[in-house]
């Protein structure tokens, strides 16, 4: 057992914690229980010289009255004008009567008992009886040897429960360190088994596991992820290879070259194309987003963005009407801006037929930006809606065979949306067409 763990520490301060108060609840029992003997035996004792007093009016012997077996407990010596006039016992009241020094009760030791002394003065004819008790063995002492020893075992016995009881609780953590040590990468079947009782430690395990769930979701995400890299990358690569192969079968003239080197351009194009928005993924995280913000007119970053693809409408035949644009300040990440624009712009624009219309808004309401693009394309069934956000995912590509694309355009506008604060909404009908809105919630 390691002397600074939690149950060490936990035990040590509940062990001096107990300790204090057992001190302190002796320290007040012996001084409660030594004041109540004291005044009892006082009491017995000046009872008793009262008893006397009211003998001495019968003006019976007082030798005779002193041999009575009622004070067979007691020395006892009777005082006139300072002048002994009777005496029981072998006590020498002189000597007695220095040592106490005239105080109406006190209490001498004597080894293991202790004797009592009282003297009661009668003014009224000068008499003093000294009544003493010797060898009482109420002493305190002793209760307190015993109440001692009681605490001491009850310490242990509430150290050792006490012990269990962190056991009992440590059992939850311990589970979950050997759990957390077994996880790894390549091994995510490990779970604590739930407690018994619906309590803390109960929370805590189903924490952990559904954390280890996470994990094994985003383990799995990153797989899927790698696996559709690698076979995004691998199709171009295996048709540059294949071109290269067969012109370098034998020797081949200018114009082959020159077209085989155009094939391998469109291919080289598209692995910086995916290289590039794999990247645009990955750097920006929500940790260092704010460190990118400055002002920017949301209206100039749009109207450059649809300037861009004025080659692309015109060879589609395909208007773009803006419906409402205001001339709005954000502090944002404005390539992130600038890739939601151009990404819903150029999908609008793929997945629209020849001669359609586009429809952008872009406004401030409620403290919130909206821009909204709607197309009369082809539409996405409503199943798929929910995936077209997936990384690498196309809807059905058998009918996107003509258009070009890898399946991350919507996946980086997610992210990015995700990362400034916003939010994305689609609706869409099959064969009518489509309508996405974001809306940034953040960042004014
Ligand atoms: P890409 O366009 O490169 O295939 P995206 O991630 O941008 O990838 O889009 C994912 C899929 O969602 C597309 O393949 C397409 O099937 C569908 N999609 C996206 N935008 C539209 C749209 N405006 N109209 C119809 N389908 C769309």
New binding site residues.
Partial sequence: MKFNSLKIRVLAWFASLVAIILLVFSLFLYHSLNSSINLKIQQRLSNTALLIKENIKTKKSLSLILKSPKYKLYDIAVYKDKKLIAKKGDTNFQKLFTKVGGAEFSTIENGDFFNACYILNLTENNIKIIIYQKNIDDKIENIVYIMFFSELVLLLLLVLLGSKLIDKILFTIKSITKTAKNISVDDFSSTIPSPKYDDETRELVLAFNEMIHRLKDGTKKIERFNSDVSHELKTPLTVIKGEIEIATLKPRDITYYQTILGKIEVEANQIQDIIENLLLLTRYTKENIKQTYKLCSMESILLNTIEVFDTNLKEKDIKIHIQKIENIQLNTNEILINTIFS??I???I???PNGKNIYISLYKKDNHIHFIIK?E????PKD?IDK??DRF????ES??KS???????????KNSIMLLGGTLHVE?KVGV??K?EVIFGRGF
């Fill in positions: 990404n819903l150029d999908n609008a793929k997945y629209s197309d394309g082809i539409g996405i798929k077209i956000t995912y196309r809807v059905d009918r996107n258009i070009k694309g890898f399946g991350l355009g919507l996946s980086i506008v869409s067409g489509s996405v």
